[in-house]
């Protein structure tokens, strides 16, 4: 099976300006969740979506926001870019056989930088 | 939410060396997963491991649950082994990961 992939794999925004990241989950996964990583925080849950619906969210502002289609897939949108938002934004899928329990597979991420 | 330690921030090895890295949940988890998180900064699942031991090629993993805290060993250890090491757990039916802020490894020859 493909692995999870992300798109892009880089992109530069300027402060201001808004931005959508693209996830496909593994086949068959109907669990995805997003994750910031900062130098600073290190790797924070951003939110998770389950059947297009968003069941956990972690403690970010209203700018993060995401969705899930029908397919699975994910998309997360930052709006009104700050510089503390260059970042290092990946993406897990699990199957959610089990919820809470299944193991979690990464992508390899978008690293977003903010001018 | 849970906390998570890792344990020893940094660490160097020469090369064929074996080392421990730990983790400690200040509750109780059902979900820990051990990840390796190479220079592209893509994250490899390495143990999904809430309890017990677990051995793939040189790494192994033990979770003690009671205890809440998880060691994962590497033996003989390889270049291609540098990397950051995460450990990461969840409590409940959340899949919301909490992540420790992980262990940096360099491996020398």
């Known amino acids: 099976k493909a692995g999870v992939t992300q798109t892009p794999r880089y992109l530069i925004k300027t402060r201001g300006q808004q931005v959508t990241l693209s996830c496909s989950p593994i086949?068959?996964?109907?669990?995805v969740s997003w994750y910031q990583q900062t130098p600073g925080q290190g790797l924070q849950f951003l939110f998770e979506y389950f059947s297009e619906t968003q069941r956990n969210k972690g403690n970010f502002p209203g700018r993060f926001s995401g969705r899930q289609f029908s397919n699975s897939r994910s998309e997360m949108n930052v709006s009104t870019l700050e510089l503390g938002d260059s970042a290092l934004y990946l993406c897990?899928?699990?199957?959610?056989?089990?919820?809470?329990?299944?193991?979690?597979?990464f992508g390899p991420g978008t690293r977003l930088t903010v001018l | 939410g849970i906390q998570v330690e890792q344990s020893p921030p940094d660490l160097i090895l020469q090369e064929g060396a074996n080392s421990t890295l730990r983790c400690n949940f200040s509750?109780?988890?059902?979900?820990l997963q051990w990840f390796h998180q190479n220079p592209w900064g893509q994250l490899i699942n390495l143990f999904y491991i809430p309890s017990g031991t677990k051995q793939n090629g040189r790494l192994s993993a033990t979770t003690v649950a009671t205890e809440r805290y998880s060691l994962l060993y590497i033996s003989s250890s390889q270049t291609t082994d540098s990397g950051v090491y995460f450990c990461?757990?969840?409590?409940?039916?959340?899949?919301?990961?909490?992540f420790g802020t992980g262990t940096r490894l360099q491996v020398t020859l």
């Open positions: 509750d109780s988890v059902n979900n």
């Open positions: 897990a899928s699990s199957p959610d056989g089990q919820p809470g329990l299944d193991t979690q597979y």
């Open positions: 990461a757990g969840a409590t409940g039916t959340a899949s919301k990961l909490t």
């Open positions: 086949s068959g996964h109907r669990s």
